[in-house]
């Protein structure tokens, strides 16, 4: 007996399941927050460079003489048509304007448009000019944090425990999140803010984990999508949030204060029954099921619910088995690409909005949009037109757009403006699609033995692809002319269409058995004659719809 026919016997997903799974999910809403919210944080508001010796210079006007004394101080820049960012003209006093020369220096202040923040992290620090690499650092540590909590805490969930593993993340957050918010150092930020996302990942991949482990198999894809459903929910919060609080410590506070919320849950969710199975402490386990079998009020014989001839997971070989057959290979090089570049994408189009022509606020309830009704199509389709088609389809859809943002930033004018942040936002309904999808196809497509490893190696090399996009992002530092700004999109894009080509090797995992073992990944996907998928598999499939449409 296996653990599955005991989640069927109790009930795959009946009341305790929703219950405990609905709870679950509320773990993912505040996980956006310190990545994405980064957006707002670390800002860089309009500026140029402050007239020297004027302590009281402002970037709004404050009269024609003001107005003047700017424009004898502060060069115009040739490639925006814009008051200097970085350069003042070279002059020993402000008494002697009239012996400026034309030849300028770098400054050392600046001002900021108060127009759609009052202070950044970015404003505050002058992290400007020669400094502003600093930023996609800043961005790469703290995306970083999501790789070392992927690493470290996800290990840690399956010795400790889902629970436990849930706690230290979510005090961790807080924690972090809260003493951000009183540094003006950026080294000290900097590792706060690392070990902000490395308790949030922690503690999304554990919730995330948990609820897998929570329902039946035929429940998994729906669970899979609906838990980043209901985390589109923090986008909308961080928006709301950003909008009202305008200065950046200010905004950290409420980050750590919306984390706070969930402490008072943790006390409603139980340890997972298949973990607890897997160190052998079966007593307890035991006690949750027959728990889930009361309020479920299902029947189950005494002999499953004691859980006393429970058997571990067939085997078929070792993980590195993957490596040594080429077909596998080949299978498992085109996964982690795709994790690579959807991850880099999506942060990267993420962090990007505040770069977008138009209202920083409105495209970012633009991009939250098109992320929520991406998952809603995945949840739609994904069992009605396959994982391939549709997988392929949106990384087409998200590169394409991508790609094709360079016509109008190149060619257009202010009254094409509009076109680029349209296309940005069909990019990040693609690309988010294509993540939803991924972690499902991915764990569909390797043997029950090697799931879990094959999902954490995904992971891993998602996270190299979130940590390089800031420096993609921001190639324009590095490129000058037309050629910097078209570099990202060109590069998102084109990855996107070869990562999108490429899952075309992949084999279709809908209505199909899936592989127990390496022999059965091996053969999986080879051609079949239309009478060859399992039967059962295919009415847990077609029971999967029906489930969906009851939610829906």
């Known amino acids: 007996m296996y653990f599955d026919e005991v989640v069927q016997a109790v009930n795959p997903f009946g009341p305790y399941q929703k219950r405990v799974y609905f709870l679950l999910c509320l773990f993912a809403v505040p996980d956006v927050l310190p990545t994405l919210g980064t957006v707002f944080l670390f800002a860089t508001p309009e500026h140029r460079c402050a007239v020297p010796g004027a302590d009281n210079d402002t970037w709004e006007s404050q009269g024609p003489e003001h107005d003047d004394l700017v424009r004898r101080t502060v060069p115009v820049d040739p490639t925006t048509g814009t008051w200097s960012q970085c350069l003042v003209y070279k002059h020993e006093s402000l ?55 992927s690493l470290i805490l996800g290990t840690l969930a399956d010795i400790i425990g889902r629970k436990k593993t849930l706690v230290v993340s979510v005090l961790g957050v807080i924690a972090a999140t809260f003493g951000a918010a009183f540094v003006h150092n950026y080294v000290a930020f900097a590792v706060l803010q690392f070990f902000i996302s490395f308790f949030g990942m922690a503690k999304y991949l554990t919730a995330f984990v948990t609820g897998m482990e929570l329902v039946g198999p035929q429940h998994r894809t729906f669970a899979g999508i609906v838990v980043d459903i209901v985390g589109t929910i923090g986008l909308y919060i961080t928006v709301l949030m950003a909008y009202f609080i305008r200065k950046w410590n200010h905004l950290q506070l409420a980050f750590s204060a919306v984390n706070l919320i969930f402490i008072p849950i943790l006390v ?21 099921v027959r728990h889930a079998a009361l309020v479920n009020k299902a029947v189950v014989p005494e002999k499953m619910l004691s859980l006393e001839d429970l058997e571990n997971d067939r085997s078929g070989g070792k993980f590195w088995h993957l490596f040594t057959n080429p077909r596998l290979l080949v299978r498992c090089l085109i996964v982690f690409f795709n994790w690579f570049v959807i991850t880099g994408i999506y942060y990267g189009l993420g962090l990007n909005v505040g770069s977008l022509p138009g209202d920083i606020y409105l495209n970012f309830l633009y991009a939250s949009i098109a992320e929520t009704l991406s998952y809603v199509l995945c949840l739609v389709l994904l069992n009605r037109i396959g994982r391939r088609t549709l997988h392929c389809f949106t990384m087409l859809l998200g590169g394409i757009s991508c790609v094709a943002i360079i016509l109008p930033v190149l060619f257009g004018d202010q009254n094409t403006a509009w076109v680029a942040t349209a296309l940005s936002m069909v990019g990040k309904f693609g690309i988010s699609a294509a993540f939803a999808i991924i972690y499902v196809y991915t764990a569909e ?63 279709e995992t809908h209505l199909r058995q899936l592989p127990e073992t390496i022999e059965d990944a091996e053969n999986f996907g080879k051609k079949q004659d239309k009478n060859s998928y399992d039967l059962s598999r295919a009415w847990e499939e077609i029971s999967n719809k029906k489930d969906i449409s009851n939610h829906i």
């Open 95 to 149: 008494h002697k304007l009239a012996n400026l020369a034309n030849d300028t220096i770098e400054c050392s202040q600046w001002v900021y448009s108060k127009e759609n923040f009052e202070l950044t992290f970015i404003s505050e620090l002058n992290i400007v000019c020669k400094d502003k690499l600093l930023l996609p650092l800043l961005n790469s540590i703290l995306l970083g944090g999501l790789l070392g909590g």
């Open 268 to 288: 409603f969710i139980p340890e997972s029954s298949r973990w607890l199975v897997s160190r052998g402490r079966r007593q307890e386990a035991s006690a949750i």
């Open 445 to 507: 497509l390797f043997p029950t033995f090697v799931r879990n490893s094959i999902m954490g190696a995904s992971s891993v090399n998602a996270r190299f692809g979130s940590i390089a996009s800031p420096y993609i992002n921001s190639l324009s530092y590095y490129v000058g002319g037309s050629i910097g700004v078209a570099l990202p999109p060109l590069i998102f894009g084109g990855s996107a269409i070869v990562a999108g080509l490429a899952s075309l090797w992949l084999p």
